[in-house]
């Protein structure tokens, strides 16, 4: 452990001087490396193989029992006072720790969706919390796999990551290249033998709840942006459009609740 009390280390610079972005492309044409936060989401990804660069601790935190697993790491830990931990990174910390990783590759599509069932496609999703969200909700809920467009946030951002608890680490997922949504994709999901359901507002639709939902053997379940929701394109590309019923005058769920209702209802 290396005990920090100046602001200009250099060996902090990742967790000081960089956004999420700039983390993703710091090492190309390498892969880049991301910041997880708070133990049961840094052991989740140490457990689905990522490699941690080193580790950013709070004082208060060294002799606590959850972060033991630390000491099974040969990396650098560096521990400093909870102020100045927040003075570097710019935010209190959750549960006093946070690892740099090291990225993976991607896997692709049909990685993902060998022997899946039922998948989740976010289209267009931008908000690091809702797409954390959205992950909880599908590890929770029976998904079998995340497809993302590129325009999503990033799952391994800290934020998503931690409001996911850690299960986007535990679930298959991958991007789709980048300008083949939807044109280029539906025909692929459809060799890959699934039917796509488009979650919209449209009275041209089929209830949550309807059989022919239930009865399909492979489903494509798709979640659009904040807001606006789902393309048109999309909409005309899919198989079905889906509406969750609403009461009392509310017009929508925000995305990451719809997610939940769906994902329950049309895994079962």
Known sequence: MIEITSL??????IYANRNEAQLL?????????????????IKRALEAGYEPISFLL??????????????EYDVPVYVGENEL???????????GVLCAMRRKEYPTIEDVCTNARRIAILENVVNPTN????????A????????LTSACADPLYRRA???????????????????VWPGGAMPQLSRMGFRTAAMALSQNSVSIDDERLMAEEKLAIILGTEGEG?????????????????SHGVDSLNVAAASAVAFWQLSR
């Not at 200009?8 to 610079?13: F, H, I, K, V, W």
């Not at 929770?140 to 497809?147: G, I, K, R, T």
Request: glycine fraction near 4%; aromatic fraction near 8%; proline fraction near 7%.
């Open 8 to 13: 200009e280390a250099p060996e902090l610079a």
């Open 25 to 41: 492309h710091i090492n190309e044409p390498e892969l880049g490396i991301f910041i997880a936060e708070s133990p049961n989401v």
């Open 58 to 71: 709070e004082k208060q935190q060294v002799d606590k029992v959850e972060n033991r697993f630390i000491e």
């Open 85 to 95: 931990l927040q003075e570097i990174t710019g935010f209190p910390l959750a549960r």
């Open 131 to 138: 797409v954390g969200a959205i992950f909880r909700s599908a």
């Open 140 to 147: 929770a809920l029976n998904m079998d796999a995340v497809l």
């Open 161 to 179: 990551a931690r409001v996911s608890m850690g299960t986007v680490f535990q679930i298959p997922w991958t991007y789709f290249p980048k300008d």
């Open 230 to 246: 789902l393309m048109k394109s999309t909409i005309a590309a899919c198989d079905y459009t889906v509406m969750i019923p609403m």
